[in-house]
C-alpha cells in the first residue's frame, strides 16, 4: 500500500497544478469614485490628473458612471456646446464624432454662447434637449448662475438680489433637469464658502429633483478658485449626499496637482 500510494502521488499533484494553472484568476474590480458618484471632466483635465497619478484618474475616470469630454478609455464618450445653434450645425453637417453618446449643453454669460441664447436660455436649453434626443444622445445641462445677471433677460436680478438668488428664482436648474439625464449645479465659485456652497447646491439639487426625480444632479468643483485641495475636501464633504457627483474643472491647466490631491484624498475615504 505504501508503494502504490508513492507510484500515484506525483501524478495527482500534476493534475493539480495544471488545474491551479488553468484557472483564471479572479480579477478584482478598482475602486470607484466614493458612492458611486457620477464624475464629468474634460479629456484635458483628466490628462492632467493622469499625469499625476494614473491610479487615481483610473479609480475616478475609467468607468462607465463618469462623462469624458472628449473621450477617455471606460468613461462615457461626451461632447459639450456653449451654442445650442452651433449644436444643431454640426449634428447637421455630420460633424460630431462617431461613438458619442452624451452630448452636453454649457450656456453662460461669455462670448461663446449667443446673445439670445443667454437672454432666454430655458428656450434655448428645451431646443436642445429635444434635439439631442431624436438624435439618440444622452442630455447633460450646466446652466451657469451668470446668466441671471444677463441684460434685458426674460428673467434676472432684481436690485439687490444676487445672481445666484436671482438664478434659482427663475427656475433655471428645474427648467434643465425636465428635460436631461445629468444637471450641473455650478456651485464653484463658492468653493471658499463651505455654508454658501452648500447652500446653493442644496437648493439647485431640491429644485432639479422636484422638476424631474431621476435626474442626476453634480456640483461644480475647480482649480480656479482654490489654493489648497482641503478646500476642495471641504466643499465635496459639505454637499456629500445632495450631489449625484460633480463636474471636476482644472481650467487652463491651473494646479493641478490641487485636483489630483484632492481625488486620493476623497479616493480613500
Request: charged share 20%; net charge negative.
Amino acid at each position: 500500500m505504501k508503494r502504490r500510494w508513492v507510484r500515484w502521488a506525483a501524478p495527482i499533484a500534476l493534475v493539480l497544478v495544471v488545474v491551479a494553472v488553468t484557472l483564471p484568476l479572479a480579477v478584482r474590480e478598482p475602486p470607484g469614485p466614493p458612492d458611486d458618484q457620477t464624475w464629468i471632466a474634460t479629456l484635458g483635465t483628466i490628462r492632467l490628473v493622469r499625469g499625476q497619478d494614473p491610479d487615481v484618474a483610473a479609480q475616478f475616470f475609467d468607468r462607465d458612471g463618469s462623462f469624458a469630454l472628449g473621450g477617455w478609455n471606460g468613461a462615457v464618450p461626451s461632447k459639450s456646446w456653449a451654442s445650442e445653434a452651433q449644436f444643431e450645425a454640426d449634428l447637421a453637417a455630420g460633424a460630431i464624432p462617431d461613438g458619442t453618446r452624451a452630448v452636453m449643453y454649457d450656456p453662460e454669460r461669455w462670448a461663446q454662447t449667443p446673445g439670445a441664447e443667454q437672454r432666454d436660455p430655458v428656450a434655448a436649453i428645451e431646443a436642445f434637449a429635444a434635439v439631442a434626443r431624436a438624435a439618440g444622445y444622452r442630455v447633460i445641462i450646466t446652466p451657469h448662475p451668470n446668466l441671471a445677471g444677463v441684460p434685458d433677460a426674460v428673467c434676472g436680478t432684481e436690485e439687490g438680489e444676487s445672481e445666484q438668488d436671482a438664478f434659482l428664482r427663475c427656475g433655471i436648474t428645474g427648467a434643465a433637469a425636465r428635460v436631461a439625464d445629468v444637471v450641473e449645479v455650478q456651485a464653484q465659485s463658492l468653493e471658499t464658502q463651505p455654508s454658501a456652497y452648500t447652500d446653493f447646491v442644496r437648493a439647485g439639487a431640491e429644485q432639479a429633483r422636484t422638476a424631474n426625480p431621476a435626474v442626476l444632479v453634480i456640483a461644480g468643483l475647480s482649480t480656479r478658485f482654490v489654493v489648497r485641495s482641503q478646500t476642495l475636501v471641504e466643499a465635496w464633504s459639505s454637499v456629500r449626499g445632495l450631489a449625484d457627483g460633480h463636474y471636476l474643472g482644472v481650467p487652463e491647466g491651473i494646479r493641478p496637482e490641487v485636483a489630483v490631491e484632492f481625488l486620493r484624498q476623497i479616493g480613500s475615504s
